[in-house]
């Protein structure tokens, strides 16, 4: 059964504390793995694409890697504003779209 | 360029009633998807339509149904509401539908009173 597991549910940084957020796949087929940020009561905004393992994507503090069964997001010396629910998706061979439940990020000044 | 419209942004609603939500994709995308987000659930995909054609659908009751019109916008209708379809919806633009990135507008929060 496909599934997308996100890890962990809450995560509480001091500004500047460098972390990672994990997300751990099991699909038929990957077509590729996906990276959203979602602000509360709004649709999340795309970030990133990754196709393959070894693969790595960066931009501004974030930076996504790929394995052959999980991606991490690493965010260096986060800011308050980048205080959001970060979400995890997978294409399949099937072309369905999986999410993951997300990692909700709270950056203290 | 502009991103996915959708409309209302927020409605409110009694049981037993209907509510009919609009999207309207990026322009130039010809797939449109739905999905209901929940804070126990998450995303859960609802349907996909891609050139009018429903091609793939989620695990919802029939009560749930959508459509989509030659000029890619979409509908979702939802019938006989119920207290447990108050939830954020979303809707995604995709190019085609092969294309692997998604595009979300800011949902319509549905409650259901």
């Known amino acids: 059964e496909d599934q997308v597991t996100q890890s962990p549910e809450a995560l509480r940084l001091q500004e500047g504390e460098s972390s990672s957020l994990n997300c751990s796949y099991t699909?038929?087929?990957?077509?590729?793995l996906f990276w959203y940020r979602q602000d509360p009561g709004k649709g999340p905004e795309f970030l990133f694409t990754?196709?393959?393992a070894g693969e790595e994507k960066e931009k501004e503090r974030l930076k996504a890697t790929l394995t052959k069964k999980e991606s991490f997001l690493h965010i260096t010396a986060p800011k308050p504003e980048d205080s959001a629910t970060y979400l995890c998706?997978?294409?399949?061979?099937?072309?369905?779209?999986?999410f993951g439940t997300g990692t909700r990020l709270t950056v203290i000044p | 360029k502009a991103g996915v419209t959708q409309t209302p942004r927020y409605l409110i609603k009694t049981r037993g009633q209907q509510v009919t939500l609009s999207c309207s994709p990026i322009?130039?995308?010809?797939?449109v998807s739905w999905y209901q987000q929940t804070p126990g659930q998450g995303l859960q995909f609802l349907f996909e339509?891609?050139?009018?054609?429903?091609?793939n659908k989620g695990n919802f009751p029939g009560r749930f149904s959508g459509r989509q019109f030659s000029n890619s916008r979409s509908e979702m209708n939802v019938s006989t509401l119920e207290l447990g379809d108050s939830a954020l919806y979303l809707c995604?633009?995709?190019?085609?539908?092969?294309?692997?990135?998604?595009?979300f507008g800011q949902g319509t929060r549905l409650t259901v009173v």
């Open positions: 995604a633009s995709s190019l085609t539908a092969a294309a692997l990135e998604a595009f």
């Open positions: 699909v038929s087929g990957l077509r590729g």
């Open positions: 990754l196709y393959s």
């Open positions: 998706a997978v294409r399949t061979g099937a072309n369905n779209l999986f």
């Open positions: 322009s130039g995308h010809r797939s």
């Open positions: 339509y891609f050139s009018e054609t429903q091609r």
